[in-house]
């Protein structure tokens, strides 16, 4: 059996639909689907068994509720990923405590695990984008989700369990099954929404001279590429420690745009708008995940490029209502 938290979720139905292409469904799926519209992306998926988090964690402190010798591996991709997000203390809890849990569990009993950090520890990049686990504590996160994976990063590594555990620092992920995210859906999804009901597209202005406005980077990474990233590194037994997930490209809201507007043959219309004021001092101008760790360990697969990815996501996915899995 293998373990995926957030399961419901954008990266972790992904991963779902990916093992099913393996030919594998002893699954169990771990979520939270609450009041939202993210039990829909569980709809085409196959697997055995499904929890909810708070009864999975029970499970976790109960010795003896899960049997190790039935689980093949463990993905780890539940968390609150609202950048915005206020609450210190339920972030501690869900996104710190909660993979603590799991961690102390997995690596107890020798269980195999990828866990979902992001690149939002690197803070305003500075110190660059470098998956290098020495560098860690240098580190400063713009908002508190940041610092909440941060948190686990440095736990992780004062135990030495960086040595057993895969953590993946995602960058930009967008792509299927991100409809129920509300106000953290990404800006692709963003984009469909807006042009097909204005033919207009709003992006924030820029307050730092040396971007134009439109042109602050992203490494943006389609969800399809992101998980074949997260099972090379589960399945090949050198990698430990830390990875950055990314594309390796640091490309333009601009170029995003002009992407959404020729998927759905619309003209390019771009409207800048002011930035609200509590973001402005936490918003990061230029992203760009250094992936030669990853290249080390012998994955060679580029990114789609962003007019592929955008093209697949609204056309097959988005513009006739589909999920992973009902191709």
């Known amino acids: 059996m293998y373990i995926v938290t957030g399961g419901a979720g954008l990266i972790g139905s992904a991963v779902v639909w990916s093992l099913n292409h393996r030919g594998i469904t002893d699954i169990l799926i771990v979520d939270h689907l609450g009041n939202s519209d993210k039990w829909k992306n569980l709809g085409p998926l196959r697997y055995s068994d499904y929890l909810e988090k708070g009864e999975f964690r029970e499970l976790l402190r109960t010795p003896g509720a899960l049997d190790p010798g039935k689980i093949e591996g463990v993905f780890h991709l539940g968390a609150c990923s609202s950048t915005t997000e206020r609450d210190a203390s339920y972030l501690v809890d869900n996104n710190f405590h909660y993979t603590c ?13 990828v866990y979902a950090s992001s690149c939002a520890t690197y803070g305003d990049g500075a110190l660059g984008y470098d998956d290098d686990e020495d560098r ?5 996160p713009l908002n508190m989700y940041g610092y909440s994976k941060q948190m686990f990063d440095l736990w992780a590594k004062r135990r030495g369990y960086l040595k057993q555990l895969v953590g993946c620092k995602f960058s930009n992920v ?5 409809s129920h995210k509300g106000e953290m859906r990404s800006v692709a999804h963003r984009a469909f ?7 207009k597209l709003k992006l924030f202005r820029s307050y730092r001279p040396e971007y134009a406005d439109g042109e602050q980077l992203r490494d943006f990474l ?25 594309s390796g490209r640091a490309e333009t809201w601009n170029s995003m745009a002009r992407a959404a507007f020729a998927a759905l043959e619309v003209p390019c219309n771009i409207e800048y708008i002011e930035m609200p004021e509590h973001l402005r001092d936490r918003y990061q101008y230029y992203t760009c ?6 290249r080390a360990l012998g994955y060679t697969r580029e990114a789609r ?21 009902d191709e």
């Open 222 to 246: 389609y969800v399809k590429d992101a998980v074949e990233i997260i099972l090379f590194l589960f399945d090949n037994s050198r990698a430990a420690g830390i990875y950055n997930v990314g």
């Open 174 to 178: 967008y792509g299927p099954n991100e």
């Open 305 to 325: 490029s962003m007019n592929d990815a955008i093209s697949d996501y609204f056309r097959n996915y988005l513009l006739p209502g589909r999920h992973l899995g």
């Open 101 to 113: 849990e799991l961690a102390e569990f997995c690596v107890k009993n020798g269980i195999r695990m």
């Open 289 to 294: 995940a250094n992936m030669a760790k990853v």
């Open 136 to 140: 860690i504590e240098a580190l400063r």
């Open 193 to 199: 929404e807006q042009i097909r009901a204005e033919r």
